[in-house]
């Protein structure tokens, strides 16, 4: 079992930074591959990042390479999300993934990421 709880969203002009946290409760942790995912006002659900559980590997999504760097810390039992260049088409919900699949039954309650033009 794991709960996750995400933190670090806010209001950002075009072409700023921001960090999202994910934390995670429970021992398995280390044991999963983390994702981030993001669900824009009207849109379906959609994979933003992914990252192994050991963080040698990671994966994006090809509207963010580049800009966003996913890792963590598994003494902290915590995966980021540094977001930089920022643009208006990345407002949405961004939600922490435990699994790194829509599939996955372990995702975070979400945080809100708003980017103004």
């Known amino acids: 079992q794991v709960q996750l709880v995400e933190s670090g969203g806010g209001l950002v002009q075009a072409g700023g930074s921001l960090r999202l946290s994910c934390a995670a409760s429970?021992?398995?942790?280390?044991?999963?591959?983390m994702g981030w995912f993001r669900q824009a006002p009207g849109k379906e659900r959609e994979f933003v990042a992914r990252?192994?559980?050991?963080?040698?590997?990671?994966t994006y999504t090809d509207s963010v390479k580049g800009r966003f760097t996913i890792s963590r810390d598994n003494a902290k039992n915590t995966v980021y999300l540094q977001m930089n260049s920022l643009k208006p088409e990345d407002t949405a919900v961004y939600y922490c993934?435990?699994?790194?699949?829509?599939?996955?039954?372990?995702w975070g309650q979400g945080t809100q990421v708003t980017v103004s033009s």
């Open positions: 429970g021992r398995t942790f280390s044991s999963y591959a």
């Open positions: 990252i192994d559980w050991s963080g040698s590997s990671t």
């Open positions: 993934n435990a699994g790194a699949s829509m599939k996955s039954r372990y």
